[in-house]
C-alpha cells in the first residue's frame, strides 16, 4: 500500500473537513456526554501528536496521541475516510501510532469508543491490534455508551 503517513497540521483545510466529518460521526452514534472528539485546537497543543496518512497526496486518514502521563498514552482521533475503509489505512495508523508511543517510551496506550454495532470495525481493529477491554482511565467515567481498551507495551 503506497501510504505516506506523517506529522501534519489539524487545520489544513483537507484536515479540517475530515476532523468536521469525524466530529459529525461521533455526535450521529454517541451520547453528546460521550463524544470526546478533540478539537484543531487541542489536536496541535505540545501533549498531542497528530499524523495524517495519505495515500498519492490524498487524505484518507487521521490518528492522534495524546500524553496522559509519562508512561501513559491515549489513541485519539481516528478516523479512516469512508471510501478507504477496509483497506488497511486504519491498521495502518494504528500500527504507526503505537510506533509513535513506543518510540517516546510509553509503557501503555489506551483509547476510548463506542458501544454501538457501527463502531464494531473499530473494536475489531483495536482487538487485532492488541488492546483488551479495561476500565475507564485518564478523566472518562463509566458510560454505558463507550468501551474503554488498552495495550502494554512492555
Not at 469512508?82 to 486504519?90: F, H, I, N, P
Given at each position: 500500500m503506497d501510504l505516506n503517513i506523517s506529522p501534519d497540521d489539524p487545520r489544513a483545510p483537507d484536515v479540517a473537513r475530515l476532523l468536521t466529518i469525524h466530529l459529525a460521526f461521533a455526535r450521529e452514534w454517541s451520547l453528546p456526554e460521550d463524544v470526546h472528539v478533540l478539537d484543531a485546537d487541542q489536536l496541535v497543543a505540545d501533549d498531542v501528536f497528530f499524523f495524517t496518512a495519505r495515500r498519492s497526496?490524498?487524505?484518507?486518514?487521521?490518528?492522534?496521541?495524546?500524553?496522559?502521563?509519562?508512561?501513559?498514552?491515549?489513541?485519539?482521533?481516528?478516523?479512516?475516510?469512508?471510501?478507504?475503509?477496509?483497506?488497511?489505512?486504519?491498521k495502518e495508523m494504528l500500527d504507526h501510532l503505537v510506533t509513535t508511543a513506543r518510540?517516546?517510551?510509553?509503557?501503555?496506550?489506551?483509547?476510548?469508543?463506542?458501544l454501538q454495532?457501527?463502531?464494531?470495525?473499530?473494536?475489531?481493529?483495536?482487538r487485532n491490534g492488541g488492546f483488551e477491554v479495561c476500565q475507564p482511565f485518564g478523566d472518562y467515567q463509566f458510560s454505558s455508551d463507550s468501551i474503554y481498551m488498552t495495550r502494554n507495551l512492555t
Open positions: 497526496g490524498e487524505l484518507v486518514a487521521v490518528g492522534a496521541l495524546r500524553h496522559l502521563d509519562a508512561q501513559h498514552a491515549e489513541i485519539k482521533s481516528m478516523h479512516t475516510v469512508a471510501t478507504a475503509r477496509g483497506q488497511g489505512v486504519g518510540v517516546r517510551s510509553y509503557l501503555r496506550i489506551s483509547l476510548e469508543t463506542g454495532e457501527v463502531f464494531a470495525p473499530a473494536r475489531r481493529l483495536y
